[in-house]
């Protein structure tokens, strides 16, 4: 089974410093697709980056970017020039493909309490 | 455009009464998932479908859950009795479709409270 684990409860940054936050999985698979989802106090689930395995280039979006170590299993996000919007719980999250490219389910970790300080 | 739409944005009942969620998907989206998070457990995925029909419903706790898609604009998570564990926020979310690992847009929950 997927495993998906952020090992750091909490972080704080001050405004305008980057920031990144650890993730690690662990599967058998070859091919699947890895998320960071971010949810401010309101509570939305919001998508903030997503990578494909298969490629080796780290996705990037903004502010925002990876930095994907297939082998290491490593799949951490930094996010630079924090605003204090950016102060929510960050979740790394799997999805394995199925055979036919079928997708399956999101498999989330714990998350990591960001907190952007003025 | 709306995004997933859910109701209600907090519901407190007490034991053993019956809970309906409702979730309305983007349209043109035919994949529907149901999530739940606690603190304990937190995100789990409980159901998805596929184009109204049930993919995989692992996740779903016990028989005391139930999820239905009567069409492609409306679901519901339904669990009767309901129990005090069952608290927690319940998250419906959408995607155009399965096989290209779409992205999932979430709606923004129903905080459910047993007492």
């Known amino acids: 089974a997927q495993t998906v684990t952020q090992s750091q409860p909490e972080m704080s940054v001050q405004e305008a410093e980057t920031v990144t936050l650890s993730c690690t999985y662990d599967t058998s698979e070859n091919n699947y697709y890895l998320f960071w989802y971010k949810q401010p106090p309101s509570r939305q689930m919001i998508l903030v980056i997503r990578?494909?395995?298969?490629?080796?280039q780290n996705a990037t979006e903004n502010r925002f970017s990876v930095n994907f170590q297939k082998a290491a299993k490593s799949f951490s996000l930094k996010i630079s020039d924090s605003q204090l919007g950016d102060t929510a719980m960050y979740f790394c999250a799997f999805m394995k493909l199925l055979a036919g490219g079928a997708t399956n389910k999101l498999i989330f970790g714990t998350g990591t309490l960001l907190a952007v300080q003025p | 455009d709306a995004g997933v739409i859910q109701s209600p944005r907090h519901e407190v009942t007490e034991m053993g009464q019956e809970v309906t969620l409702r979730c309305k998907p983007i349209s043109g989206h035919n994949s529907l998932f149901w999530y739940r998070q606690t603190m304990m457990r937190g995100l789990e995925l409980l159901i998805y479908f596929n184009n109204n029909v049930p993919i995989d419903d692992s996740g779903m706790p016990e028989d005391r859950f139930s999820a239905k898609m009567p069409n492609a604009s409306f679901s519901t998570l339904k669990i009767q009795p309901s129990e005090p564990r069952d608290s927690a926020v319940y998250f419906c979310a959408s995607s155009l479709n399965l096989g290209r690992a779409d992205t999932q847009y979430f709606g923004p929950g129903t905080r459910l409270t047993v007492l």
């Open positions: 990578q494909e395995a298969y490629k080796q």
